[in-house]
C-alpha cells in the first residue's frame, strides 16, 4: 500500500504542468460550482424566508374555495382549540390565524388597492414577527441636510448615504448592510447616523383598532404616524364596509411586492371592519424545516385533524407557485450552467488521461512483465486519478469556505438598475451566501464520479493489455 | 540439471496480409548457470524466442517447460507470478521505472515479493555494489548514464534471484566501454550467483563472452554451439 501510494504520488509529479492544469481545471469547475451554488440557493432561502415563512406559511389551512376566489365569504371559523390541535402535530413551529381580504386605502388625494391582513399579534410573534419589520431609521432629505451640516461625516459616507436616500430600514444591522461602509467607518458613524435617521414608531396592542402600514404603501400614500387612513372594501355576504383606521405604525417588509401593499390590523379590527365574527381566511403553519418530506409529511397529518371541517390545507408552492416556479426554473438553469462546466472540466481530465495512458503503455508493459500483477497496476493508477481529482476537489472546497462564510454573513446588497430590476420583480435585492449543506458536498461527488469514469479507461486499457505489444510501443 | 525445456516451438503471426512465421520447430535445453548467446540477423527471431521464453508471448504450437512448468498451462496471473518468481529480465533500453530511485528500482522486484525489509536493504547494496553504482543508489534513471542504467537493470534483474536472466540486446544501446564493463559484471554475477544468461545479440564482443552460441536463421535453429571457457 506505501509502495503504491508512493509510486502513484510520484508519477502525478511526472508531468508537472499538465497535473497543475488538470487539478486547476477541477479546482476552479468546484469553487465556481459552489460559490455560484452557493449564492443561488442563499437567495432562494432568502426570497423564501421573505415571502413564505413570513406571510403565507409553510403550509396554509383555507376554505376549499379561497384560493380560486379570495373572498371574505370564503372564510371559515376559527378558535383557540383547534390552534392547540394543530401546534401539537409534529413539526410544526407556529401557527398563525390570519384574516385577509382586499380594500382600497386612502389618505388625502392618493388611493390605492391594497392587501389587508388581520393578524394575531400576539401569535404573530412567533411566524412573521411584524414588531421586528417595524421601521426604526429612514435616510429622509431632512436627514441628509442635517448631516451634511453637522460637518461629521465625511464626503464617503454622505455619498453613500445620498445613494440611500428615502430607503428605510427596521435594523442596525440592515442599515449597516446596505450602506456598506469600510469597518472603521461602520464603527465610527454608524452611530451618529442612526441618531439623525431614527423614526419614531409604534405597534398594535391585542385589541388595537390602529393599523401598520408597510414602508412603500406609507410613502405612496404620503401617510405618517398618527395620520387616519380610510379603507373601503366589501365585507362579509354582500355588507360594505368602510372605516377610518390611525396608522399605529410602519413596517417594512422585505419582499418588495408586499412591501407595495401591505397594511396589518388585529383579526378583531378587520372582523368587525367586515361584520363576520368568529372568521378568518387562513391558518399560516411553519413546520421545523420545507423540505419535501416534511412537508408532505405535515400536509397529510394536518389534513386527517381538519377533516369533515370543511377546509384544505395548500402548500407554500401551491400557494404561490409563481415563486415557487421561478425558484425552479432559475435553479435548473443554474444545474445546467453547471453541468455544463463539468461536462468541459471532464474532458479536460480525460484528455489527460488518455495522453498519459499513450505515454505510459510501455511502462505498463515493462511492469506487468517484470512480475507486477495487473490488479496491483490498476490500483496505483487508480490511486494516482484519485489524487489528481481529490487536488482540485479539495483546493477548490476549501476556497470556496472563506467566500461562503463571509458572505453568509455579509450578502452582497445590490443597488442600481440591477437592485431595482429585483426589486421589480418582487424580490429583495439582497444575496447572501448559503450556509454550507448538501450543496456544497454534493460537489465531492461529482468529482468522484467525474474521476470514477475517467479512471475506467487506463483500467480498461490495462485489462486488455498485451505485454509484447506494449513493450514494442 | 536443466532449468528450461522448448519443444518444437513455433510462433505465426497472422495479423498482417501474409502470415510471418517468426520461430520454426525450435527445440533447445537450457543448464542451469549456463552464460548463453541467441544470435543472428535482424527478422531472424531473436526477440520473439526470448519473449516466449519469458512467457510474455505464447507460442503458436509447441511447449516450454521452465522448471517442470508448461508456461501454456498457467493462466494470466499465475503467469505473471510465475515470471516474478523465475525470470529477470533486462532490456534493450533498460526500462527502469523513472519514479524510482536506483535503490527503489532494484528492490522493486523484492518489495512485489515481499522480501523483509532488512534482507532486501541488503541485497539492494550488494547488488548496486556488484555493479559499480552503490554511490549513485539514490539518484533517478534520469540522472544516470545509459551505460549505468543498463546496470540498475541487471541488478534489478538479479535481485530476487531468478532461474534464470533474459537480456534482449542489453550492449546494444552502450557505448563500447559501458557493453564491456556490464559483460564483466553479467559474467561475475553469472559464475558468483549461479544464474543462468540468455541473452539476443548482434554484438560480436558479447558473443565472444557467451559459452553457448545459439544462431537463428529465419526463426530456426541454425548451430547450436557450447565453447570451453578459460574458467571451465
Excluded at chain 1, 498519459?356 to 508493459?365: D, L, N, P, Q, Y
Amino acid at each position: 500500500m506505501r509502495d503504491n501510494f508512493k509510486i502513484a504520488w510520484r508519477n502525478l509529479w511526472r508531468n508537472r504542468r499538465r497535473t497543475l492544469i488538470t487539478a486547476s481545471s477541477v479546482f476552479f469547475a468546484v469553487f465556481f460550482a459552489i460559490i455560484m451554488r452557493s449564492y443561488q440557493l442563499g437567495t432562494y432561502d432568502h426570497m423564501i424566508s421573505n415571502v413564505i415563512e413570513s406571510y403565507t406559511g409553510h403550509l396554509q389551512i383555507q376554505h376549499p374555495e379561497y384560493q380560486n376566489n379570495p373572498q371574505i365569504d370564503n372564510s371559515f371559523d376559527f378558535n383557540d382549540s383547534l390552534f392547540l390541535l394543530i401546534s401539537n402535530v409534529e413539526n410544526v413551529v407556529s401557527v398563525t390565524p390570519h384574516l385577509e381580504f382586499f380594500a382600497l386605502a386612502s389618505n388625502g388625494p392618493q388611493t390605492k388597492g391594497v392587501a389587508i391582513l388581520g393578524i394575531d399579534p400576539a401569535r404573530e410573534k412567533t411566524f412573521s414577527n411584524p414588531e421586528n419589520k417595524l421601521v426604526r431609521y429612514r435616510i429622509t432629505d431632512e436627514a441628509l441636510l442635517e448631516m451634511t451640516q453637522s460637518g461629521t461625516f465625511p464626503a464617503s459616507v454622505l455619498k453613500k448615504l445620498q445613494e440611500n436616500k428615502d430607503r428605510s430600514y427596521s435594523s442596525r444591522a440592515r442599515l449597516e448592510l446596505e450602506l456598506g461602509l469600510a469597518i472603521t467607518e461602520t464603527e465610527k458613524y454608524i452611530p451618529e447616523i442612526i441618531r439623525f435617521c431614527q423614526v419614531q414608531n409604534g405597534f398594535l396592542n391585542e385589541d388595537d383598532n390602529g393599523i401598520l402600514v408597510s414602508d412603500r404603501l406609507a410613502r405612496y400614500l404620503k401617510a405618517e404616524i398618527g395620520d387616519t387612513i380610510i379603507l373601503i372594501g366589501q365585507g362579509y355576504q354582500g355588507a360594505s364596509a368602510a372605516g377610518l383606521f390611525p396608522v399605529k405604525g410602519i413596517i417594512k417588509m422585505p419582499a418588495p411586492d408586499l412591501d407595495n401593499r401591505l397594511i396589518m390590523m388585529t383579526i378583531p379590527a378587520a372582523q368587525k371592519f367586515l361584520d363576520a365574527p368568529g372568521k378568518i381566511t387562513s391558518v399560516s403553519i411553519n413546520l421545523t424545516d420545507r423540505s419535501t418530506r416534511t412537508i408532505k409529511k405535515g400536509l397529510d397529518r394536518i389534513n386527517k385533524l381538519m377533516e369533515g371541517m370543511g377546509t384544505t390545507v395548500k402548500t407554500w408552492y401551491e400557494l404561490n407557485p409563481v415563486l415557487y416556479q421561478q425558484i425552479q426554473g432559475d435553479s435548473q438553469s443554474g444545474m445546467v450552467m453547471l453541468g455544463v462546466l463539468y461536462f468541459i472540466i471532464f474532458f479536460g481530465i480525460f484528455g489527460t488521461v488518455i495522453m498519459m495512458v499513450a505515454e505510459r503503455k510501455k511502462e505498463f508493459g515493462v511492469l506487468i512483465s517484470i512480475g507486477m500483477q495487473k490488479t496491483r497496476l490498476k490500483r496505483i493508477i487508480s490511486m494516482e486519478m484519485a489524487m489528481l481529482g481529490l487536488l482540485g476537489l479539495a483546493g477548490g472546497m476549501l476556497a470556496a469556505v472563506p467566500f461562503i462564510l463571509y458572505f453568509f454573513y455579509n450578502p452582497i446588497v445590490l443597488k442600481g438598475d440591477l437592485g431595482k430590476m429585483m426589486e421589480d420583480m418582487g424580490w429583495d435585492a439582497v444575496m447572501p451566501a448559503k450556509w454550507f449543506g448538501p450543496y456544497y458536498y454534493i460537489q465531492a461527488l461529482i468529482v468522484v464520479i467525474m474521476i470514477l469514469l475517467a479512471t475506467l479507461y487506463p483500467l480498461r486499457k490495462i485489462n486488455k493489455l498485451k505485454e509484447v505489444e506494449a513493450l514494442r510501443s | 540439471m536443466k532449468i528450461l525445456e522448448l519443444k518444437n516451438v513455433n510462433k505465426i503471426y497472422d495479423g498482417s496480409e501474409v502470415p510471418v512465421h517468426a520461430v520454426r520447430d525450435v527445440t533447445l535445453e537450457f543448464e542451469e548457470g549456463e552464460f548463453a548467446a541467441i544470435v543472428g540477423p535482424s527478422g531472424s527471431g531473436k526477440t520473439t524466442l526470448l519473449n516466449l521464453i519469458g512467457g510474455l508471448d505464447m507460442p503458436t504450437s509447441g511447449e516450454i517447460i521452465i522448471d517442470g512448468v508448461n508456461l501454456a498451462k498457467l493462466k494470466p496471473s499465475q503467469l505473471i507470478d510465475f515470471r516474478l518468481r523465475n525470470i529477470g529480465f533486462v532490456f534493450q533500453s533498460y526500462n527502469l521505472i523513472p519514479v524510482l530511485t536506483a535503490r527503489e528500482n532494484v528492490e522493486f522486484i523484492m518489495s512485489l515479493q515481499k522480501w523483509p525489509r532488512k534482507e532486501r536493504d541488503a541485497r539492494t547494496y550488494e547488488l548496486l555494489k556488484a555493479v559499480g553504482l552503490e554511490e549513485r543508489m539514490n539518484s533517478r534513471p534520469s540522472k544516470l548514464s545509459g551505460g549505468q542504467q543498463q546496470r540498475v537493470a541487471v541488478a534489478r534483474a538479479l535481485a530476487p534471484k531468478p532461474k534464470f536472466i533474459l537480456a534482449d540486446e542489453p550492449t546494444a544501446n552502450l557505448d563500447s566501454k559501458a557493453a564491456s564493463n556490464l559483460l564483466e559484471i553479467m559474467e561475475k554475477l553469472n559464475r558468483e550467483e549461479k544464474i543462468t544468461f540468455i541473452f539476443s545479440t548482434h554484438d560480436p564482443r558479447v558473443v565472444k563472452k557467451a559459452r553457448r552460441v545459439i544462431a537463428l536463421e529465419d526463426g530456426r535453429v541454425f548451430s547450436d554451439e557450447k565453447i570451453q571457457s578459460v574458467n571451465d
